[in-house]
């Protein structure tokens, strides 16, 4: 392992659980001699990468790592980074596919791609919010979401979008515990009685889910091999978006989107 | 110059200006030989710190550094940044010591410490916005913004605060050129008639301004040498307030907040 590798990767200890590390500590996470970490430290810090806390001496994420965030946001928008990805995806799996962040109790979405190599097409709406009791992307979402969070969201009054929305709290929960279990949503004419999708979450950069990536076909050509190529697609983009936008899959998790 | 450090500067090479650098270009930056740079290079893209355009084989800043980003702003939001240099400042100059940031039009308070060292003190309102054109905040952001922003800012119809505000485009325009050349801004009672304040701005990660730090005293206390004092105190504040929130100052404008 190179110099330069080891000091990066010294940065990835730090998380909301550990926001401070001490030298001792750094030692005994790295199992490195202490001259090694302290030049290693140095190095960090002199870059603005880590900074020292006045009275401990502990050491904690740097100023510089903030300033380059702030550049790469600016150079490349969210958008940017998914869109390639989506483009791919799309293409692969010859089917509409989608990405939307959480926002509020909605997804809103980010980009979009539809390759239009059939007969019918799902018509997708850019600008439209969508909600999360009837979608794929939003069931995804909420099976991975603090459950004082999913309480709060099915206590409203849910609006049926479709014949086939399920609006009961206890139905919708249940569903949720099979999605928590499997890692992929699946609906059929829940959000519109022509439209059937897959969904997977995607997760920022404390392991939280931030949004889904979805599949949406017209329900006439739905079948099981379809289903089983777009899931296995929707696990391929999930972990790809997931890392492009600086997020991590939590480890207990990670089995789930695993390709067999 | 470590390993360490040489690679980290690298980062700093990118911009909105330049988003991507190909290895030749590296090269030339680094001044360093072509298989040093490609073995550092090589080590910053496998811990994600760099990624790669597939068509064009160019560097551009890679998803662990918005991931870090996020970490650490979960770890120490904004206001944990400044508070400890706040506290410091409004200690050393005895007074009241604010830190706000621009929010729309306005802005918006995100910290501040009042040490009521003095039979008098500046009632100040954590909750209210303030206006750009009629506080010393306000105007040391203006002085910094973009023209067109301050003519829209200063094209609605003016509110007067006192019966001191300014309120004419005209002789506001020309006392943003003033702040503008020395970097410091003054008001006197313009917003609260009992009310003289010191402002300077802060800057975010790619040199634009985001905010203002200033020092608030009741009228009474005024005098040429405590004018002083708050400008030099302001200096110190505005540097380590732009660093801690990982921002530049724009070299061109540096030498208005060195201290002599």
Excluded at 152 to 169: A, Q
Excluded at 231 to 260: F, N, S, Y
Aim: with cysteine.
């Amino acid at each position: 392992m190179g110099t330069i590798t080891k000091a990066l990767e010294m940065l990835n200890f730090f998380s909301r659980q550990r926001p401070e590390i001490g030298l001792s500590e750094f030692v005994k996470l790295t199992q490195r001699d202490k001259a090694t970490v302290l030049r290693h430290l140095a190095e960090l810090k002199d870059n603005g990468f880590l900074e020292q806390a006045t009275d401990t001496k502990a050491y904690r994420l740097g100023p510089a790592i903030l300033r380059l965030a702030g550049v790469s946001e600016a150079i490349y928008p969210l958008r940017d980074r998914v869109r390639p990805i989506i483009n791919e995806i799309a293409q692969q799996v010859g089917e509409l596919t989608h990405v939307a962040l959480l926002q509020g109790e909605a997804l809103s979405p980010l980009f979009y791609s539809d390759v239009k190599m059939h007969g019918t097409q799902v018509n997708y709406n850019e600008g439209e919010l969508l909600p999360l009791h009837a979608t794929s992307s939003g069931m995804a979402v909420l099976a991975f979401s603090d459950p004082a969070f999913v309480d709060k969201v099915l206590s409203h009054g849910l609006k049926p979008f479709s014949n086939r929305t399920m609006t009961d709290p206890g139905q919708l929960k249940a569903q949720l515990a099979q999605i928590h279990e499997t890692g992929f949503a699946y609906q059929e004419k829940a959000f519109d009685g022509e439209v059937t999708s897959g969904g997977v979450p995607i997760f920022g950069s404390s392991g939280q889910v931030i949004g889904a990536v979805s599949v949406a076909i017209p329900s006439i050509r739905q079948s099981e091999e379809k289903t089983q190529a777009i899931r296995a697609h929707l696990c391929d983009a999930m972990q790809r978006i997931t890392t492009a936008v600086g997020g991590i899959i939590p480890p207990e998790h990670a089995h789930k989107w695993q390709q067999p």
